[in-house]
Structure formats: structure tokens, C-alpha cells
């Protein structure tokens, strides 16, 4: 499995991006795709996680409300809408792939099988 993260970059206090995770290889039809940050000198945390096949999306509880993640199966990726950015969202921003579709540990960095190479999210104040 090959996940290639894209859409990070500058913005300011209060404004929108929108990172995307383009995913392929031999996926298998039930899957779990996270995205998870780290920021300098901390460690990696839980940013939100689908569950390919049911669609359904779990959130870090600060993160709830102003980020979204969804998936495009035609297109095999799966995205995250990030709104009302703050400075303490500056951060490298990680897409994930957990095999195992029943998992109930997606909040861990441990349980994913892959990762993509990151992309910077800078939020000026």
C-alpha cells in the first residue's frame, strides 16, 4: 500500500485547507484511513480516522466541528477539510492506512500498517 498526502501549506488565522491522501496498492475492501499531526517537540496525536467500507468517521474531540474527513472511493482518497485554522494546528500532517477495518484502536499511531510522507500545515497568527 502506497499512500501519497498532498494540499499543505501557508494560511492564516481563520482560514480553510484541505489535505488530501491518495491511496493504492492492494488495499482489500475493509480498511481504516486516519490523519494524524505533529507538531515540533511533540508527540503524534489522533486527528480524525474512516472506515472505508461503512463510511464512518471518528474525530479527536478538540478537532470536532472544524475538521472533516471523507473518502472518494472513485478516485481512492480520502481528504481532510480543515476550517477556522489556528496557530496550534501548525503541525506535519500524516494520512495513515490500518488494515484491519474492524479495529477499535484508530486512535493510536501503533495500529496503522502504513504511512504517507506528510505534508506541513503552517497557521500564522
Known amino acids: 500500500v502506497q499512500l501519497q498526502a498532498s494540499g499543505g501549506g501557508l494560511v492564516q488565522t481563520g482560514g480553510s485547507l484541505r489535505l488530501s491522501c491518495a491511496v493504492s496498492g492492494r488495499t482489500g475492501r475493509s480498511y481504516i484511513m486516519g490523519w494524524f499531526r505533529q507538531a515540533p517537540g511533540k508527540e503524534r496525536e489522533f486527528v480524525a480516522a474512516i472506515n472505508w467500507s461503512s463510511g464512518s468517521t471518528f474525530y479527536a474531540d478538540s478537532l470536532k466541528g472544524r475538521f472533516t474527513i471523507a473518502r472518494d472511493n472513485a478516485k481512492a482518497t480520502v481528504t481532510l477539510q480543515m476550517n477556522t485554522l489556528k496557530p496550534e494546528d501548525t503541525a506535519v500532517y500524516y494520512c495513515?492506512?490500518?488494515?484491519?477495518?474492524?479495529?477499535?484502536?484508530?486512535?493510536?499511531?501503533?495500529?496503522?500498517?502504513?504511512w504517507g510522507q506528510g505534508t506541513l500545515v503552517t497557521v500564522s497568527s
Open positions: 495513515a492506512f490500518d488494515s484491519n477495518g474492524s479495529s477499535v484502536r484508530f486512535r493510536v499511531p501503533d495500529e496503522y500498517d502504513y
